[in-house]
């Protein structure tokens, strides 16, 4: 199953395997002083999405049933 991921600063691509994950979250670590930046995340084709912060959250949601919050960006 193939997913979007939604890089630190905005930028969307399509990944094909889990194996771009760990170099998603890495992201997370560069420029700590950047504070409006501070999320990733991934969305599926049925549009659930889950997005990680720096400050160690994760917001899990389906972007049909309702307004989006964290994901997306």
């Known amino acids: 199953m193939d997913f979007i ?3 630190r600063y905005g930028d969307e691509e399509r990944a094909l395997s889990t194996e771009a ?4 979250l ?3 670590d560069d420029r700590p002083e ?5 999320d990733v995340s ?4 049925s549009n659930w999405c ?3 912060s ?3 959250y994760v917001a899990f949601e389906n972007w049909r049933m309702g307004t989006p919050g964290t994901c997306g960006m």
């Not at 994950?21 to 998603?24: A, E, K, R, Y």
């Not at 950047?34 to 501070?38: K, L, R, S, V």
Request: aromatic share 0%; hydrophobic share 30%.
């Open 5 to 7: 991921v939604t890089h």
């Open 21 to 24: 994950l760990p170099l998603l």
């Open 26 to 28: 890495r992201e997370l």
């Open 34 to 38: 950047d504070t409006e930046h501070g």
């Open 42 to 45: 991934v969305t599926n084709e």
């Open 50 to 52: 889950r997005s990680v």
């Open 54 to 56: 720096r400050g160690g």
